[in-house]
């Protein structure tokens, strides 16, 4: 069955689900309770993560659906999903939907801000990561270090471990995110890592 609680626990207020019992409702979501979490915007009806409205009864089927029309949650993307809502795509990454260039299969599930304000993060570190992509030499003189909590320090450049994505220079004394030319950057030894060290 279903677990229609992780797909819309991060739903945008306002959006309608729809019972045959009770017909169109507003649901709200209450994560700290792990058999009813999902309840009518009244509280006076709850529902599992399944949106069935009784946990003990395991034959027992979902009562809550996209909407009147669509009672398929594989389908649930068509009905519920509009653009520029936050949404986790398929690819694992937190984006907001536009119908122009995303498909609605490629849903999994609504996302929340602090979800984006994360994937904002580790784009802005692939980033990094990727300006710091020299064409080193084995022995090349380097300066290295891990990111924010991490001094520079200097080195001798080894290889790249081409399988290991983030910490992918190996060098004398370890491996490393960060790696950049010692030629050019002696004055950051010993300096706490900032972004600005990779412009």
């Known amino acids: 069955m279903t677990n229609i609680f992780e797909i819309i626990k991060e739903m945008p207020k306002g959006r309608k689900l729809y019972c045959p019992i009770l017909g169109e409702t507003e649901v709200t979501i209450d994560i700290t309770d792990n058999i009813y ?56 990454r937190v984006v907001r939907f536009d119908h122009h260039s995303m498909e609605f299969d490629d849903i999994v599930r609504f996302a929340s801000e602090e979800e984006a304000a994360e994937q904002g993060k580790k784009d802005a570190l692939e980033r990094i990561v990727s300006k710091t992509n020299e064409p080193f030499k084995p022995f090349d003189k380097v300066i290295v270090c891990d990111g924010v909590d991490d001094n520079w320090m200097c080195s001798l450049f080894s290889h790249y471990d081409i399988g290991n994505k983030k910490f992918k220079h190996i060098t004398l004394n370890g491996c490393y995110v960060y790696c950049l030319p010692f030629e050019g950057n002696e004055h950051l030894l010993g300096q706490q890592f900032k972004e600005e060290h990779l412009k």
């Not at 809550?64 to 669509?70: D, T």
Request: with cysteine; glycine share 8%.
């Open 37 to 92: 979490p999902i309840s009518t915007s009244s509280g006076e009806e709850s529902f599992t993560k399944e949106g069935k409205f009784y946990d003990y009864y395991e034959d027992g089927e979902c009562v809550l659906f996209p909407s009147k029309e669509c009672r398929n949650w594989s389908k649930w993307a068509l009905v519920l999903v509009e653009d520029g809502d936050l949404v986790l795509h398929k690819s694992g």
